[in-house]
């Protein structure tokens, strides 16, 4: 198109509305009740978290938000906006994806189903003590989400991509309870219908492949984060999908992570991309 016929078509028809007619303005997303997502406080992270893959905040205080990337077996914690890391090794290298704190425990999900668990009391520690390993517990299959339900010392585990769901428009979940003692047992399982999903927010034919789970106390809602698909699912406290919100890329280059604070405020955290591409943790406060 040549320069004579641009200007004609963003010629107004009073120049007083040229600039409203012409001006090129960002794409507002259709942000979950309460939050948005348009318009959040952006902590770029320090190198050691460029893989940054789970966050959670303990059931006792917001102080401290406690984070794990996906290679070396090492959990870290920092005072939200601050860059000074503190941290403490729990196992040797591996793929770890979620994180979450219940029942006076950190447990770590690795991507193939294994949870190591030890006590949060171990956090001042280099080396944490007394961890235990659960294996065989779920399918051997791939995991990335973690949360926990402190109101009943229960962790929740969701599907990425597992056999049991081949062939169908449902993702399986797992319920595990932890004990006072740090073991992990399995105790049921629920399902996330993706038509559900698919009927709110297109899927584009694709499935749904969640990377990272939380559940938001103030409301009993589960908040389902997908980086693949670049869209927050917001389900009810009977996994019924009530809510999908297709994520801005721009700010949302990787969403791994996602964690809410005691008062509410949602944290999304992107995995950095290439050396000059940071990792971020995004707040968005409850409004």
């Known amino acids: 198109m040549n320069s004579k016929k641009l200007f004609w078509i963003c010629m107004p028809i009073a120049s007083l509305f040229f600039f409203s007619a012409c001006a090129q303005t960002p794409k507002s997303f259709v942000s979950p009740k309460g939050y948005d997502l348009n318009n959040g406080e952006k902590q770029f992270l320090p190198d050691a978290l460029h893989e940054i893959s789970g966050i959670a905040f303990p059931q006792e205080s917001s102080q401290y938000i406690f984070a794990n990337e996906d290679e ?16 403490i090794k729990f196992a040797k290298k591996g793929d770890y994806e979620g994180i979450a704190i219940n029942n006076g425990y950190v447990a770590v999900m690795e991507s193939r189903g294994t949870i190591y668990t030890f006590p949060h009391a171990d956090m001042s520690q280099k080396n944490a003590s007394n961890v235990k390993v659960a294996e065989s517990l779920i399918p051997k299959e791939e995991y990335e989400s973690l949360a926990a339900s402190t109101a009943d010392s229960l962790l ?18 797992y319920i595990l309870a932890l004990a006072k003692d740090g073991e992990v047992s399995r105790k049921g399982e629920f399902k996330i219908d993706e038509e559900q999903i698919d009927r709110l927010s297109s899927l584009n034919g694709k499935s749904f492949r969640p990377s990272a789970l939380t559940k938001n106390t103030q409301t009993n809602e589960w908040f389902i984060l997908s980086s693949i ?7 009810n406290d009977k996994w019924e999908v009530i809510g999908a919100y297709p994520l801005n890329p721009t700010v949302f280059n990787q969403p791994e992570a996602i964690a809410f604070d005691h008062s509410g ?13 940071k990792a971020t943790l995004i707040k968005f406060k409850l409004n």
């Not at 870290?76 to 890391?85: C, D, I, R, S, V």
């Not at 585990?157 to 769901?165: R, S």
């Not at 698909?229 to 389900?235: E, H, I, P, T």
């Not at 405020?265 to 591409?277: A, F, P, V």
């Open 156 to 173: 929740y585990v969701l599907c990425k991509k597992c056999t049991v769901d081949k062939g169908s428009k449902t993702l399986t979940g």
């Open 265 to 277: 405020n949602l944290y999304i955290g992107n995995e950095g991309g290439d050396k000059t591409n």
């Open 72 to 87: 070396h077996g090492i959990v870290y914690f920092f005072a939200p906006g601050e860059q000074n890391l503190q941290q």
């Open 229 to 235: 698909n670049k869209m927050l699912v917001v389900a």
